[in-house]
């Protein structure tokens, strides 16, 4: 079966074809970061239209390295959920048109299971049940993953995500957009010198809780000299406190929940600390753990495509309404 999949959540264009049988075809991803970087964050108006431009080219291009054509297409998968309105309404409207023409099911995709399905495009993967830990710019949860299709929450963020957390702080340090990824490079010249709070470990369960942390960013800055390694260090204590907090909820629910498989995705998951004091706890708990490819970690049109297939092969799929889920639980 061959699977066309379409993702347009928020400010990148990803486009991927997905064969059941051989695998990942060729996959392309435009990101609109240039566009939205003068503006410090994503202008929503200006991320669909740069979908609307970019989709058709990309689909095409995409088809012509899959060495296809669209009447070879067995199914069409697109993210209707959760993302910006208007970008998910870019995606699902083609794809509806598209599955219409051609005569093909098409299914709505959810971002987050998507993400959460990820590792499975990779050689090794990961065998249900497990645990995952879904990390990014909208959304911090630890999830148990019974089978496909059948997930728990098991805990999620209070306030800010962890992703949306790197964000502001790079942003209280005047870093360019986007910022996380900025605060992970310069916090590789910090020092430690600024003591961080390990927000919520102290409590029982398994949510978090982030806000503090970006408080805490604020008042050293603003006490600091302001200068470079001032910036560095802070950046450093910040890495520091988020990625424990993340990694002492994840041995948490392991030894809650006796899984002996953790699954890591979403933006943050490629954080090169974040993986090291994961592994740390693998080894420790005598456990995989598996990650996507650090191109697969943000969003991306493979997993798209990987989680449509599976539920094109169920038969589960979409009616010709066009409908999205700006918000949309898993």
Known sequence: MLVLGIETSCDETGVAVYDTERGLLAHELYSQFQLHAEFGGVVPELASRDHVQKLLPIVKSVLERAKITLHDLDGIAYTAGPGLIGAL??????????????????????????????????????????????????????????EF????????????AVGEAFDKVAKILGLPYPGGPELSKLALKGETRFVFPRP???????????????????????????????????????????????????????????????????????????????????????????YPRLEFCTDNGAMIAYAGSRYLTLNKTTNLEIKVYPRWKM
């Open 149 to 160: 299709g059948k997930y728990k929450i098991l805990g999620e963020t209070l306030d800010d």
């Open 89 to 146: 309404l870019v995606g699902a409207a083609f794809a509806k048109s598209l599955g219409y023409v051609l005569k093909i099911p098409t299914v709505a995709i959810h971002h987050m299971e998507a993400h959460l399905l990820a590792p499975f495009l990779e050689p090794y993967f990961p065998k249900f049940p497990f645990l995952a830990l879904l990390v990014s710019g909208g959304h911090t949860q630890l999830i148990e993953a019974l």
């Open 200 to 290: 919520m470990v102290g409590k029982s369960g398994l949510n978090f809780s982030f806000s503090g942390l970006k408080t805490c960013a604020l008042n050293y800055w603003r006490k600091s000299n302001n200068d470079y390694q001032a910036r560095a260090d802070i950046a450093f204590a910040f890495q520091d406190a988020a990625t424990d907090a993340l990694v002492i909820k994840c041995k948490r629910a392991l030894r809650e929940t006796n899984l002996r498989h953790l699954v890591v995705a979403g933006g943050v998951s490629a954080n090169a600390v974040l993986r090291k004091k994961l592994n740390d706890l693998g080894r420790e708990e005598k456990i995989p753990v598996y």
